[in-house]
T-cell receptor, first 115, second 110 residues
Framework: NAGVMQNPRHLVRRRGQEARLRCSPM?????VYWYRQLPEEGLKFMVY????????ESGMPKERFSAEFPKEGPSILRIQQVVRGDSAAYFC?????????????FGEGSRLTVL | QKEVEQNSGPLSVPEGAIASLNCTYS??????FFWYRQYSGKSPELIMF????GDKEDGRFTAQLNKASQYVSLLIRDSQPSDSATYLC??????????FGPGTRLSVLP
């Protein structure tokens, strides 16, 4: 049973470009969470999605950031017009259901560097 | 704003000692509590979860929960150098997102 798959693992962008990060949850998981982590800091919640729905996006900046989890395919976190402050590790996690409140399974992360 | 607080550390303990990691949370409605371990440059991995007041033991790890005090802790017995990592406390309420604390960096000295 494959774990949470994130790609790309490393992404380099110049200021003003777009970054697109992908996350495929574990098989059977319908809940996806995105977190951002700066060096030596904790995980900052960004957005919580279920298939085709955004449940909570309170941690996501209102501008330039968007997320989706379509019926088919991976969840995507998109950052438009990237700035240097967007450089961070972006972790995706999945869980089976909200009622179960089972553990979150994390992907290996996507490390974005903005030049 | 729901918050989870931890001492950032670093917490240094000698090999073989007990490491005690603490976490407080602000949302009284929180239902489930998790401890994750994160090695430098790696993704977090679950160590333990606890839902009910009291202690829960798993090998060298014991999680303690006190909902009245909004406090959860993790004890690591017989600490090993391989336990050196950042430990993240996470709190969840049904149907809501998981909120993580800033993490406590633990260093186990040989």
């Amino acid at each position: 049973n494959a774990g949470v798959m994130q790609n790309p693992r490393h992404l380099v962008r110049r200021r003003g470009q777009e970054a697109r990060l992908r996350c495929s949850p574990m098989k059977g998981h319908s809940h996806v969470y995105w977190y951002r982590q700066l060096p030596e800091e904790g995980l900052k919640f960004m957005v919580y999605l279920q298939k085709e729905n955004i449940i909570d996006e309170s941690g996501m900046p209102k501008e330039r950031f968007s997320a989706e989890f379509p019926k088919e395919g991976p969840s995507i976190l998109r950052i438009q017009q990237v700035v240097r402050g967007d450089s961070a590790a972006y972790f995706c996690a999945s869980s089976r259901s909200e009622v179960n409140t089972g553990e979150l399974f994390f992907g290996e992360g996507s490390r974005l560097t903005v030049l | 704003q729901k918050e989870v607080e931890q001492n950032s550390g670093p917490l240094s303990v000698p090999e073989g000692a007990i490491a005690s990691l603490n976490c407080t949370y602000s949302d009284r409605g929180s239902q489930s509590f998790f401890w994750y371990r994160q090695y430098s440059g790696k993704s977090p991995e679950l160590i333990m979860f606890i839902y009910s007041n009291g202690d829960k033991e798993d090998g060298r790890f014991t999680a303690q929960l006190n909902k009245a005090s909004q406090y959860v802790s993790l004890l690591i017995r017989d600490s090993q150098p391989s336990d050196s990592a950042t430990y993240l406390c996470a709190v969840n309420n049904y149907g809501q997102n998981f909120v993580f604390g800033p993490g406590t960096r633990l260093s186990v000295l040989p």
